[in-house]
């Protein structure tokens, strides 16, 4: 079965990627040499040559230098798609730090857990976020917290009245100088004494990217410079429309998730691209943004390109511009598809990867062979197989096993996890945990995700860690939590509970429960409260059981 997809690659897809020795700083500073006055980054209307970056990555290097980061100085950047993104994030590559991406949607236990395993010692975070960050400071080894907001690079009036809103919503946040806290747009005015060179290789350390994992504890990937070059070249190579220098490519994904940073981050500036940020999703807010600045490549989540579709007024929008779209995060719905396709006039298919992996592995061809329901084939430079999950050989074509990859992307190691790391890694190849089948073209099809992981919005949630917390509430008993079908997230997160005797509660009051132990996007969405749970033999609870009660539920609603 050996590499029989490459028989479908298009033209201009090479079997096997060249990888630059380089860092993403060596690529900033030749893309600042080349393309000095090509715009990099576009953010509301505001523009950032590859020149101005280049300038701003080493001033705050030089920032972070004097405060006393130094190779393998661990610096967590906690904020949305902002310009000071890039900015940090090229800074400390610059100086051999490594980078630990945090969800701004954390609260305190996950972000304390977080700094804590990464040993993280600085923080770069949205000032929304200040209060969150500084509750949980003194229990973990951060000596500086740098503070940002999102005016601070917004255009003229838009900079003038956006504290306004902050007011008006009831976000704005005053954080006050104290010992330890360091303003961004200090730092950026101040002078320093030159960071001195640091030789960074390929194969040193770049980031800890934290993951899920089985057990339902945050794993840190630990990701080289080469795996994040390497993905980034190998994305670049299959978007055959990608034409360096001119393209737009649509930046919503959030840089701190894998994805994001590989199809956004990096290939905008390997492409010599312009990113358009996007800090958050807003429906009319990335219409006009697709529209204004002629959007050619937008990578995205199934969730993404439905509410596009469903928007009542996107007929008045012009999305011709969109030549190519990659889908990840959860399985890609065919009527999506053709719907967005015949809405742009682009292309959009499915691929498939993982935070460990860089994240890419997969994807169906932009212009070749597409098939429903697959994941597509192995990116250039990658190999891939169905193994026996128990004796790790390889499969027929057809037969269902665990889907193993193999390539320069695959990370190094998880952080400090020696025994869950050997149960992945084994002579190169990343055992994944997902269950699929390969058919005779080479085409690869996911028959069950992760063991009773559950994908909402691109974001993967572990049941585990959403059962502990309901745990602790004092009126339950018993809990399990599984991912049902949801026509817009793709899977929604649901809790089945069972009260201890003479106990009542509410869905709402459990729910509300949640919210300041969880973040947002883990918090159940609906309660169903129990007299039992479907269990095995051994007692463990059978979370397949109820999602099929759920599918089966949902099937006779619809034909009521």
């Known amino acids: 079965m050996k590499n029989i997809w490459l028989k479908h690659y298009e033209k201009t897809v090479p079997e096997t990627v060249e990888i630059p020795e380089a860092t993403y700083y060596d690529l900033l500073v030749e893309a600042a040499r080349d393309y000095p006055n090509q715009s990099a980054y576009g953010f509301f209307g505001k523009t950032f040559t590859y020149k101005q970056v280049l300038a701003y990555v080493d001033q705050f290097a030089d920032a972070l230098y004097d405060m006393g980061v130094r190779k393998e100085t661990r610096v967590a950047i906690m904020l949305p798609n902002l310009p000071q993104y890039p900015i940090v994030h090229f800074a400390v590559m610059k100086l051999g730090g490594i ?15 977080q700094l ?10 949205l000032n929304l976020l200040f209060n969150r960050v500084k509750s949980v400071w003194k229990d973990t080894k951060i000596k500086n917290i740098v503070v940002t907001g999102v005016k601070e690079y917004l255009p003229g009036l838009l900079k003038l009245l956006y504290p306004i809103k902050e007011k008006k919503e009831g976000n704005y946040v005053k954080v ?7 303003f961004f747009q200090d730092l950026m005015k101040k002078k320093y004494r030159r960071a001195e060179k640091v030789d960074v290789k390929p194969d040193d350390v770049a980031m800890f990217l934290y993951t899920g994992g089985t057990t339902g504890v945050s794993k840190g990937a630990v990701l080289t410079h080469k795996n994040l070059v390497a993905n980034a070249f190998q994305t670049k190579h299959w978007v ?28 905008s500036l390997i492409s010599r691209a312009k990113a358009i940020l996007v800090p958050r999703f807003e429906i009319k807010m990335i219409l006009d943004a697709i529209q204004k600045n002629r959007v050619t490549i937008f990578p995205g989540v199934p969730t993404m390109y439905i509410a596009i579709n469903n928007y009542p007024e996107v007929k008045k929008y012009n999305l011709s511009f969109i030549k190519a779209c990659i889908s990840g995060g959860a399985a890609l719905p065919v009527e999506v598809q053709k719907q967005f396709e015949a809405i742009t006039g682009g292309r959009l298919v499915e691929g498939y990867g993982l935070s460990e992996a860089s994240p890419v592995t997969h994807a169906n061809p932009i212009h070749g062979l597409r098939k429903e329901g697959s994941i597509g084939i192995p990116f250039p430079s990658t190999d891939s197989m169905i193994v026996d999950s128990k004796t790790l050989k390889e499969l027929p074509i057809g037969e269902i096993g665990e889907l193993a ?24 190849w990343l055992y994944t945990g997902d269950m699929a089948r390969v058919d005779d073209d080479g085409y690869f099809f996911i028959v069950d995700r992760k063991k009773d992981m559950i994908i909402a919005s691109g974001f993967n949630i572990y049941p585990r860690e959403v059962e502990e917390v309901l745990f602790q509430h004092p009126k339950i ?17 649901k809790a089945y509970v069972i009260l201890k005797a003479g106990q009542t509660a509410t869905e709402e009051e459990i729910i509300e429960f949640c919210k300041d132990k969880l973040a ?3 918090i159940p969405k609906m309660v169903e409260i129990r007299k039992e749970l479907p269990k095995s033999m051994i007692g463990k609870v059978l979370r397949r059981v109820l999602v099929e009660e759920e599918k089966k539920k949902m099937a006779e609603g619809k034909n009521k």
């Not at 980078?99 to 857990?113: A, D, F, G, K, M």
């Open 176 to 182: 006050n100088p104290e010992e330890g806290v360091f």
């Open 405 to 428: 990859v193999k390539g320069p992307q695959i990370m190094k190691e998880y952080w400090q996890r020696p025994d869950e790391t050997s149960q992945v890694l084994h002579d190169g």
């Open 477 to 493: 008993e018993e809990a399990a939590v599984a991912g049902i079908p949801d026509a817009y997230r793709g899977e929604t997160v």
């Open 240 to 267: 055959t429309d990608i034409v360096e220098g001119q393209e737009m490519i649509l930046s919503a994904l959030p840089f701190f998730h894998s994805y994001g940073m590989t199809t956004c981050l990096h290939l």
């Open 116 to 125: 804590n395993n990464s040993g993280a010692e600085y923080i770069v975070i």
């Open 99 to 113: 980078i630990v991406p945090t969800n701004p949607l954390y609260v305190e236990r996950e972000i304390q857990y």
């Open 520 to 522: 947002k996007f883990k």
